[in-house]
């Protein structure tokens, strides 16, 4: 999954942590203005780095080896450095539920690259990796107001399906989030 720009990894955390922290800073900080835009204030605000903390720990002891799934852009882009030759613009995890079910998890694409298609790769690199781990089943939570990410994961073949019991999104928002599902079987 290479194009002249832009690569897309499959990894651990090791050699990502720092620039991993800055983007998921960033998506948790873009998450909670759109949801207090949406919810009108109703949620409390999320300590931000408590919340990247506590993601960090959880890819760094994974269920699944590789979690991962980094977009990488050549050196001198804006972005979050990775080394002197890369940037990180992009990101997706993948979550283990049980045996046969995975969770994917906070794609993000940084503002300046959203238009490069770099969140379709990613979401195509996690529906491989996922089929190749042996994951029968994928399942995610997506806001109501992100049109973009909804119409990918469509798009994609996922479908919409009442909450998951694994789901982190907040009980009282259930009715207004939005649950998906994808057989890797059907894909």
């Known amino acids: ?18 620039a991993l922290r800055e983007l998921l800073q960033d998506y948790f900080a873009e998450a909670e203005e759109r949801a207090m835009e949406w919810f009108d204030d109703e949620l409390s605000g999320a300590d931000i780095e408590e919340e990247v903390a506590s993601d960090l720990d959880r890819l760094a002891t994974a269920a699944i080896e590789e979690p991962l799934f980094l977009a ?7 972005g979050t450095s990775t080394s002197d030759e890369t940037v990180l613009v992009g990101d997706v ?8 079910t995975a969770e994917v998890k906070r794609l993000y694409v940084v503002p300046e690259y959203r238009s490069e298609g ?3 790769r990613l979401m195509e690199a996690v529906l491989d990796g996922a089929a190749e781990d042996g994951f ?3 399942r995610l939570g997506v806001g109501p107001y992100l049109e973009t990410a909804r119409s990918l994961h469509e ?5 919409y399906t009442p909450p998951y019991d ?4 907040p009980e009282e928002i259930h009715d207004e989030w ?3 599902r994808l057989s890797l079987d059907d894909s």
Do not use: C, I, N, P
Request: hydrophobic share 30%.
């Open 1 to 18: 999954m290479e194009s002249d720009e832009f690569s897309v990894v499959r990894t651990d955390l090791g050699g990502y942590e720092s």
């Open 72 to 78: 990488l852009a050549g050196g001198g882009s804006t």
């Open 93 to 100: 995890q993948l979550k283990r539920l049980d045996e046969t």
């Open 118 to 120: 770099l969140g379709r």
């Open 136 to 138: 029968e089943t994928l």
């Open 155 to 159: 798009d994609l073949g996922f479908e």
């Open 166 to 169: 694994e789901t982190g999104a």
């Open 178 to 180: 939005r649950f998906m």
